[in-house]
């Protein structure tokens, strides 16, 4: 297992844009990285997903169009580039491995990030 450390949450208003980082510990080439948020008084979501080598993508419905996620694996990095933000955005987001791909649930993922909180204003 790696440890994950994401980075770049902070306040920003409504229709702006963030990028959050996911750095690792090591190797995620081998691993389906996706992205998850929680906001206060709701359970975890899932937001997208990479395919191990960048070759495939899923978004959840809610953050399609919006969100792009994308990954590094020369320097263990998942990316998540967040544009037309809205209130309903904001939320802990975490990072997180899977050595699956296909199943979008919390359960199916393994190792996880302590999270960035991402504050969207109206």
């Known amino acids: 297992q790696v440890q994950l450390v994401e980075s770049g949450g902070k306040l920003v208003q409504a229709g702006g844009s963030l990028r959050l980082s996911c750095v690792a510990s090591?190797?995620?080439?081998?691993?389906?990285m996706g992205w998850f948020r929680q906001a206060p008084g709701k359970e975890r979501e899932f937001v997208t997903a990479?395919?191990?080598?960048?070759?495939?993508?899923h978004y959840a419905e809610s953050v399609k169009g919006r969100f792009t996620i994308s990954r590094d694996n020369a320097k263990n990095t998942v990316y998540l580039q967040m544009n037309s933000l809205k209130p309903e955005d904001t939320a802990v987001y975490f990072c997180?491995?899977?050595?699956?791909?296909?199943?979008?649930?919390?359960?199916?993922?393994?190792?996880w990030g302590q999270g960035t909180q991402v504050t969207v204003s109206s």
């Open positions: 990479i395919y191990y080598n960048g070759d495939y993508t």
């Open positions: 997180a491995t899977s050595l699956r791909w296909g199943l979008w649930s919390v359960p199916e993922f393994d190792s």
């Open positions: 090591g190797d995620i080439f081998k691993y389906t």
